[in-house]
């Protein structure tokens, strides 16, 4: 159940639905991914981060 709770990209509630109920806008997972030191894609993922 944990890993289930989503955030609206819209309004920032939180809900379990995969389209936020208040303003019909796009869910993403609320939860960072998993850390790992052997991550290969790290330097793009910062590249994207730092990108704008």
Avoid at 5 to 23: E, M, V
Avoid at 31 to 47: E, G, Q, T, V, W
Wanted: glycine share 6%.
């Amino acid at each position: 159940m944990r890993f289930l709770i989503r955030r609206c990209t819209g309004c920032s509630s939180y809900t379990l639905a995969g389209d936020c109920p208040k303003c019909k806008g796009d869910t993403r997972s609320a939860h960072p991914a998993k850390f790992s030191p052997d991550d290969k894609y790290m330097r793009y993922r910062l590249a994207k981060r730092y990108e704008d």
